[in-house]
């Protein structure tokens, strides 16, 4: 049972543009949401991450929006570069479960110059 | 401050063989996750170690086992290989359990291909 949808699979931005990636999930008992970032050949890196205690947490061009009764939650990259492409993971995990993480399927993101 | 290690990078293996793959956590981590990457799809958790004891274990068979050391470094053991099981194996390292928000730190993985 998949508990983290992503979508979309795939994702072409023009140099400048805003990229959003959604993701849903099924499990009300996940309190911790973070985004990964993964170029070819390389484990996924931590980008953001939020809690549902908030509805928006931004670090520089990159901004989380979480919708606690919608149960879903979104990654805006404002002024997308070349260099931000890559393939993006949402996750979920819970206290009751460790910090064990259950991944979205993913969305490879390429940039257009 | 060193990040998490993986070896070996790349590994082939035919089917019916058994595997040992080896992580070196994050300094000053006490706890390791395993994760099996497939090819073009999110990492699945396979299971985690603190303190040398297995504390989760994700839906994968018991055929999947692992080891984790006094100085936190672990192994991820998988015997009678499947063609399935071709994929990317990352190791995550992080502080403690208890809290879902402690941040895992991954590995640059070990691509296992199965013939």
């Known amino acids: 049972q998949q508990q983290v949808k992503q979508s979309p699979q795939s994702l072409i931005v023009q140099k400048g543009g805003i990229s959003i990636i959604n993701c849903a999930y099924e499990?009300?008992?996940?309190?911790?949401f973070p985004w990964y970032q993964q170029f070819p050949g390389k484990g996924p890196a931590l980008l953001i991450a939020?809690?549902?205690?908030?509805s928006e947490k931004k670090e520089g061009r990159f901004t989380i929006s979480f919708n606690k009764s919608a149960k879903q939650f979104s990654l805006h990259i404002m002024d997308s570069q070349p260099g931000d492409s890559a393939t993006y993971f949402c996750?979920?995990?819970?206290?009751?479960?460790?910090?064990?993480?259950?991944f979205g399927g993913g969305t490879r993101l390429m940039v257009k110059p | 401050e060193t990040g998490v290690t993986q070896s070996p990078t790349h590994l082939i293996k035919t089917r019916g063989q058994q595997v040992t793959l080896r992580c070196s956590s994050q300094?000053?981590?006490?706890?390791v996750s395993w994760y099996q990457q497939a090819l073009g799809q999110g990492p699945q958790f396979i299971f985690q170690y603190y303190r040398e004891e297995e504390n989760g274990r994700g839906n994968f068979p018991p055929r999947f086992s692992g080891l984790q050391f006094p100085n936190y470094s672990s192994e991820l053991n998988v015997n009678a290989l499947e063609l399935d099981d071709s994929a990317l194996y990352l190791c995550?390292?992080?502080?403690?359990?208890?809290?879902?928000?402690?941040?895992?730190?991954f590995g640059p993985g070990t691509r296992l291909t199965v013939l």
């Open positions: 499990n009300t008992a996940f309190d911790y």
């Open positions: 300094s000053g981590h006490n706890t």
């Open positions: 939020i809690r549902p205690d908030v």
């Open positions: 995550a390292s992080s502080l403690g359990t208890s809290a879902s928000y402690n941040e895992q730190f």
């Open positions: 996750a979920a995990s819970g206290s009751n479960a460790g910090n064990m993480l259950t």
